[in-house]
């Protein structure tokens, strides 16, 4: 989305976006874009088109989306698209707890201009494979040190010191996160705040996690379908409905999968990326 308007006059002529629109028009698939930067305001959205965006507070976009558009700028391009044509707008929202002051009035803005329902957010908690946190505890020190605290908790360890204990840990870590604890936290807290808001019937999913930790989350109904952003829930419904899925057969059959793959007396980890 970046480079798009690089290419394309201010009428769209030449839009890299609006030929795969049209295409997928044509052939009758429905694309799903997720971005960090505002849509242009020149797209068209023809046939059904579904737009997301990577939302995060200032703050926190200093450190993992520099170059990405203000989160006003972004939030408002988001609910544009919508009025112009496109689908079930998605906001995958990257939460990180130290900074969670920083979330209710993002959240109200999201609402006063999407409405309580009809939209749906996808949490992305942090988490990083071993090597990355080592290449960022490298590079970025100040970001760095946040993001160690937010994986460690309460231990005092530097985001290098956990890449490298994972790397050395006889269970492979697929990726380093926060606590089970932690992210239920989280999950739970952005559930009371939407409910607060009048969004209850938002839905809140998972970007990506591991089944045996969200299954509790499911079972007590703060996430309450699994799918990732880019599932297409309403292919099965009306245009304007989104159409709960049976998430609690699906986390079961998904944690048993899990349990089924595990040797006995070794730990493994499993991530949903969808």
């Known amino acids: 989305m970046e480079y798009d308007e690089w290419f394309a006059a201010e009428d769209g002529e030449g839009s890299i976006i609006q030929f795969v629109i ?11 874009f997720l971005t960090k930067i505002r849509y242009p305001r020149y797209l068209r959205f023809n046939g059904k088109v579904q737009t997301g965006i ?14 990405g558009s203000p ?40 609402r006063d201009l999407l409405g309580t329902t009809g939209w749906r957010l996808t949490l992305d908690i942090l988490r990083f494979t ?3 946190a080592v290449t960022i505890g490298n590079r970025y020190q100040e970001a760095a040190a946040i993001f160690a605290r937010e994986m460690a908790g309460g231990e005092n360890a530097s985001l290098i010191e956990l890449g490298k204990q994972a790397q050395s840990s006889d269970e492979k870590v697929k990726k380093i996160r926060p606590s089970e604890e932690r992210q239920a936290d989280i999950y739970r807290w952005f559930r009371q705040q939407l ?22 989350l499911v079972m007590d109904g703060t996430i309450k379908a699994m799918p990732c952003a880019c599932f297409n ?13 049976d998430v609690m057969g699906a986390a079961q059959e998904q944690l048993a999968l899990v349990k089924a793959a595990c040797k006995p007396g070794i730990a493994t980890k499993s991530s949903i990326t969808t």
Not at 25 to 31: I, K, L, M, S, Y
Not at 54 to 67: I, T, Y
Request: glycine letters at 4%; aromatic letters at 6%; charged letters at 20%.
């Open 22 to 32: 049209d295409a997928c028009a044509e052939a009758n698939v429905t694309p799903f």
């Open 54 to 67: 990577s939302l995060m507070p200032e703050v926190v976009r200093k450190w993992l989306a520099p170059f």
């Open 71 to 110: 989160s006003d700028e972004l939030l408002e391009s988001l609910a544009w698209s919508a009025q112009a044509g496109a689908r079930d707008p998605v906001i995958r929202l990257t939460a990180v707890w130290q900074q969670i002051d920083e979330y209710p009035k993002l959240l109200q803005q999201c």
């Open 130 to 132: 071993p090597t990355k």
């Open 195 to 216: 409910d607060v808001l009048g969004c209850s019937n938002v839905m809140i999913t998972p970007c990506k996690g591991d089944p045996a930790e969200l299954l509790p």
């Open 233 to 245: 829930v309403s292919s099965c419904g009306k245009r304007d409905e989104i159409v709960p899925l």
